[in-house]
């Protein structure tokens, strides 16, 4: 393996992230400030995602109910990609697209909170859940890339969409990752005052 092949995907993701900075510090800042809110109302946060956004998903649930760099107590959040006899039973008795959306309809309450992620803003699955959560009247913020595919298309006015400037799929997750540490630590912020 080539040094420079490294060197080139710190180079690739660093300019991502300085490029995202300034088109996404103010979608961020607004999901961070839902989030709290819906929180402090004594709702919780619903995320979901497929893959890699499976993992942030759960990434971002775990950080709120264990903790982010400092110590407070549990939030509630739940990643819907984490309970397999759901998901299969889900997709066995209906349909792979529907297995956030029947949780979401099941779970979620008005004024909670869906954190929808999707690198291409275009999973079934993740567009079916945000539908079920305006049914339900939540708010969504959805975590995309790629021009943010037809999560655009489904997304109300008090929606909040953070979509990265990227059309590759690493480059993305690596945004995705350092927005959850962002929301997490500007939660935190909220509820515990500026470090």
């Known amino acids: ?65 264990g903790r982010f760099e400092r110590e407070r107590p549990g939030l509630p959040a739940v990643a819907l990609s984490t309970d397999t006899s759901v998901l299969t039973a889900i997709a066995n008795d209906y349909s792979f697209e529907q297995i956030y959306s029947k949780q979401v309809r099941a779970l979620g309450q008005p004024g909670d909170v869906l954190l929808a992620i999707s690198t291409s803003g275009n999973s079934a699955n993740v567009l079916a859940a945000i539908e079920a959560a305006h049914e339900r009247e939540m708010i969504v913020v959805t975590l995309t890339g790629k021009g943010g595919g037809r999560v655009q298309d489904v997304l109300s006015d008090t929606d909040i969409h953070v979509c990265v400037p990227s059309e590759r799929t690493a480059r993305i997750q690596e945004v995705h990752l350092l927005t959850i540490h962002c929301l997490c630590d500007g939660i935190d912020a909220m509820l515990l005052g500026e470090d």
């Open 1 to 65: 393996m080539s040094v420079e092949r490294i060197q080139q995907h710190f180079r690739d993701s660093a300019a991502v992230k300085l490029e995202a900075l300034e088109t996404l510090s103010m979608p961020i800042a607004a999901a961070i400030d839902t989030m709290f809110a819906a929180l402090a109302n004594g709702n919780r946060i619903l995320a979901c995602g497929n893959g890699g956004s499976a993992a942030d998903a759960q990434h971002f649930a775990a950080e709120l109910i």
